[in-house]
């Protein structure tokens, strides 16, 4: 009785349909974990736009646009701290001062790869 049970439970679970249950709920999960753990990003990306967007008021549109862009998301973040305030590069956007000011505002971020063998 028990084998067939067994058996039976076996060919259920290889069963097209309980495959593709066990897959979306995979992906569910998955994408619930990806979330997750995106949280305390969100969270500083929020508390670093709330902190430079004052300094910037005096800025163009599309200058306010270009930043709203890069504090997207914490890859952004990285991409143009290494970019413009690690490696030097010119901004066409934001320069000078400001450009100080928004790489050391990043610097005192969770936001970077690694912050400890950062300079800038």
């Known amino acids: 009785m028990i084998f067939t ?8 679970l290889q069963s097209s349909f309980v495959q593709y249950l066990f897959a979306d709920a995979q992906r569910t999960v998955s994408d619930w974990l ?3 753990s995106e949280v305390p990003d969100q969270a500083e990306l929020a508390k670093l736009s709330e902190q430079v967007t004052p ?25 143009f701290y290494d970019l413009y305030c690690v490696r ?12 100080r000011y ?19």
């Open 88 to 99: 030097g590069d010119k901004n066409p956007y934001i320069s000078g001062a400001s450009l």
């Open 55 to 79: 300094n910037f008021e005096a800025m163009r549109p599309y200058q306010k646009n270009y930043l709203h862009e890069v504090l997207e998301s914490k890859s952004q973040v990285n991409h």
């Open 5 to 12: 049970e067994i058996v039976v439970l076996v060919i259920v």
């Open 102 to 120: 928004f790489c050391s505002s990043i610097q005192q971020t969770t936001l970077l790869h690694n912050p400890v063998t950062r300079s800038g």
């Open 34 to 36: 990806v979330a997750l």
